[in-house]
């Protein structure tokens, strides 16, 4: 049977969804606005991208665009979970963040001199060795906790907080803040062109004509305790961290394992987590990148857990695939559809194609369970599942 | 916990007899790993298209899980986390290169999927077969404490009964220029190697002793990083120094090896 499931006291999130707990909440039942191409990155492709253009971070900081994201939801989450920096240092706090740009020295005009000359110059080594998101954050608020970043590809987020309410879980940690981020940028754009997994109009997630992925970027950080410590300081839970689930494919670096068993593992262990059953899931806010290959596996592993009834939908024709935050941001979307008792509809869907065998939501439904579920499935087949919880 | 299998590779070569030695060395001047011995470790495991820091992961990880007396077969109920610094940035960088030398739109797609740092996670689930949790970390600091306590995190949970844990750095021109980029935070090269730890929650395997983890606080005294002992200052040095405990402990059921949060870097930023 689960233990008392940690809570969370603390969100933080900006994406095109929108800025803040309030203000993603209010925007996250409309509808959503269109991808366009990049004008903040330098690529030349003209792919439509989910980009926070109103979002301006300075050049050559540590960390980058990413922590700047990064910082400014870390700063909405502790506000909302009225925490301060004195009181952070005096408990048991860690930090787990997802990101895939953070954690790679993508800069092309010093990685260009390095290569001409052999040597570069050190101020961009040294943003991005002293910018690495956990690590920052641990100096900035002298926590005594772990830090770590979770590089699980497009699973990051999910993991990172899955991580940290084990921390909180353990008895290891006090507080932990845990989140995902990702900035747009130059490389996974040209990356995922080169997968030919990007679409060049908006994404279509489940529907007969998807043909690809919207890269977004955006950042989504929350606060986790225990149901006691909240309690001690007089701070009601937002919603809970029920369960958590990962499973590796052990199949292939950029296909999912034909059979689904891997996602199948960990959303049951997620649900073993939670102490609950598929019946108790509301609803599921899946990964549904609008690509051919996952969401006809993650359709189909669904409809094998959840039967025909599956309530399912995706946001990503709302923020676009923001790789490292994508894990994080559902998480806390979830937690707000759970919260505001409403979820779906799913964007972008219109037609039922043969490969998937339940149509997501195609309209706005009242939603009255205490449970619903985040999924999220990554390059290097790795699979994993949150479980969120209404308060009360 | 308990250590039930060691693997490691370096620039002395495959194997934990291996480690010793390198303890001797104060200096090391040659840090990089022979290419023969990644070669065999490429072709056995049939390793195509896996870059070079792929085939060091998983030459400690195979000789980790074959030292526990588990070979080449479905390792049930088991994890995998990998921590390292700078991950694959060879294959990073080389998609970089396919930027700059060519067109946006006709970079190779092999080698982004190739430079995520879960690439390597990946192909030793596909090869070991294991299909329990599969975390790769980043970070500059006590990686591989933070990694050692997540492993303990994740056996406590129940959610798997052996985890995998693998250390790995990579040379290439970015490792190897530290020292003339940043010379006051990297006094020398970098090690090359990996070196892997089959955990498990209960003993079995080769059993090598129990292993405890000890958080100091972050104010704590830090080790110098220019101790004379090679593997000491250096990101994998908490990784070799793990092994080596667990090497010298000797095999004696009952014992219990500690390991402090070490914060390796912690230097870096105090000179930045």
Redesign the interface.
């Known amino acids: 049977m689960a233990q008392s499931s940690p809570v969370i006291t603390g969100v933080g999130c900006i994406s095109c969804v929108g800025d803040g707990y309030h203000d993603t909440s209010a925007s996250l039942f409309r509808q959503p606005i269109c991808p366009a191409p990049s004008i903040l990155t330098d690529s030349s492709l003209k792919l439509p991208v989910f980009e926070l253009t109103g979002f301006k971070s300075e050049k050559d900081q540590p960390g980058g665009r990413t922590l700047a994201l990064l910082r400014h939801t870390l700063n909405q989450a502790l506000v909302q979970a009225a925490l301060s920096p004195q009181e952070l240092a005096s408990l048991r706090v860690g930090v787990c963040i997802g990101t895939t740009i953070a954690c790679q020295l993508n800069n092309i005009p010093f990685y260009a001199e390095l290569r001409a000359s052999g040597t570069a110059p050190a101020k961009p080594l040294i943003n991005f060795i002293s910018g690495s998101p956990a690590e920052w954050i641990r100096r900035e608020y002298s926590l005594s906790g772990p830090a770590l970043i979770v590089s699980n590809a497009c699973s990051s987020g999910t993991d990172a907080i899955g991580i940290a309410s084990m921390w909180v879980r353990s008895g290891l940690c006090d507080i932990a803040i845990a989140g995902g981020a990702d900035e747009l940028n130059k490389v996974p754009m040209a990356g995922f062109h080169a997968l030919s997994v990007c679409s060049k109009s908006p994404c279509r997630p489940f529907d007969r004509d998807r043909d690809g992925l919207n890269l977004g970027e955006g950042s989504g950080v929350v606060i986790i305790e225990s149901a006691e410590s909240a309690k001690k300081r007089g701070i009601s839970p937002i919603f809970s961290v029920a369960g958590y689930g990962t499973a590796s494919d052990g199949f292939h670096i950029t296909k999912p394992r034909p059979d689904g068993s891997g996602l199948e593992q960990a959303v049951n262990c997620a649900m073993q987590t939670a102490g609950i059953q598929a019946s108790d899931i509301a609803f599921v806010n899946a990964h549904g990148t609008g690509t051919g290959t996952n969401d006809s596996l993650e359709a189909s592993v669904l409809f094998r857990i959840f039967g025909s009834s599956v309530k399912y939908l995706s946001t990503k024709r709302m923020t676009g695939h923001t790789l490292g935050a994508a894990g994080a941001l559902e998480f806390i979307f979830t937690g707000i559809m759970l919260s505001e008792g409403k979820a779906g509809p799913s964007h972008g869907f219109e037609n039922l194609p043969d490969d998937i065998p339940v149509a997501p939501l195609t309209s706005q439904i009242p939603i009255n369970g205490k449970f619903a579920m985040s999924t999220s499935l990554a390059f290097g087949g790795c699979n994993s599942a949150l479980i969120v919880e209404r308060p009360g | 916990m308990f250590i039930s299998g060691i693997g490691s590779i370096s620039a002395r070569g495959i194997g934990t007899a291996n480690l010793e030695a390198m303890k001797q060395d104060s200096e090391i001047q040659d840090r990089s790993i022979n290419k023969d011995a990644l070669l065999s470790v490429k072709n056995r495991y049939d390793l195509r298209r896996a870059d070079r820091y792929t085939a060091i992961v998983m030459a400690s990880a195979v000789q980790a899980c074959a030292d526990a007396g588990f070979t080449d077969c479905a390792m049930a109920d088991t ?2 986390i990998i921590a390292s610094a ?2 694959p ?1 060879r294959t ?2 080389a ?6 030398d060519y ?3 006709q ?3 092999t080698t ?8 390597a ?3 030793v ?2 090869s ?16 591989w404490f ?2 050692l ?2 492993s303990d ?2 056996l ?2 129940g ?1 798997c009964q052996r985890i995998l844990l693998i250390g790995a750095e990579e040379l290439a ?2 490792t190897q ?2 020292p ?3 010379p006051d935070s990297f006094p020398c090269k970098l090690l090359e190697g990996s070196v892997a730890l089959l955990l498990s929650s209960t003993p079995e395997g080769k059993n090598y002793t129990a292993i405890s983890c000890h ?1 100091k ?3 704590g005294e830090k080790p110098d990083r220019h101790s004379s002992d090679a593997a000491a200052n250096d990101f994998l040095g908490g990784a070799f120094h793990t092994a080596l405990k667990a090497l010298a402990s000797g095999n004696q059921a009952g014992t219990t090896i500690s390991i402090d949060s070490i914060s390796g ?1 912690i230097t ?2 105090k000179t ?1």
């Open positions: 994890g995998i700078f991950g940035h990073t960088f998609f970089l290169n396919d930027i700059l067109p946006e739109d970079v190779l797609p982004f999927s190739h430079s995520v740092h879960n690439a996670a990946s192909y689930a596909s070991l077969q294991i299909r329990g949790p599969t975390i790769s970390l980043t970070g500059f600091e006590d990686i933070d990694a306590e997540l995190v994740f406590n949970s959610c021109i970015l220029s530290l003339s980029i940043l958080r606080p972050a104010c870097l870096f930023y930045v």
